[in-house]
Nanobody
Framework: QVQLVDTGGGSVQAGGSLRLSCALN????????IGWFRQAPGKEREGVAA????????FYADSVKGRFAISQDDGKDTLYLQMNTLKAEDTGMYYC???????????????WGQGTQVTVSS
């Protein structure tokens, strides 16, 4: 049984950093995308960063390029999102997802974490 557990959210000031973690319990497929999505109040969910484990290709939303970095540990059982130079517009609930057939199409991901809140104050 696959269970994703998101942790690492919190409240920071603009310009600060946070690292999100996602335990990929029971998940071991390297031919599907894994990634991070976020949803701000009153806005649609959007893809932030994605990884295709086979080949380690990475994908980023334009709004986070150069500031966020997605990675996976050597054992491939934890997914990370390092977030630097945070902005107020990065505020939202962040979800890890796995089993994706497209990097940023949330409807095509099979597994989801419960979400972790990130709040950036300006």
């Amino acid at each position: 049984q696959v269970q994703l557990v998101d942790t690492g959210g919190g409240s920071v000031q603009a310009g600060g950093s946070l690292r999100l973690s996602c335990a990929l319990n029971g998940y071991s497929f390297d031919r599907y995308y894994i990634g991070w999505f976020r949803q701000a109040p009153g806005k649609e969910r959007e893809g932030v960063a994605a990884l295709y484990p086979r080949g380690s290709s990475q994908f980023y939303a334009d709004s986070v390029k150069g500031r966020f970095a997605i990675s996976q540990d050597d054992g491939k059982d934890t997914l990370y999102l390092q977030m630097n130079t945070l902005k107020a517009e990065d505020t939202g609930m962040y979800y890890c997802a796995a089993g994706g057939q497209e990097p940023f199409d949330g409807a095509r991901y099979r597994y989801w974490g419960q979400g972790t809140q990130v709040t950036v104050s300006s």
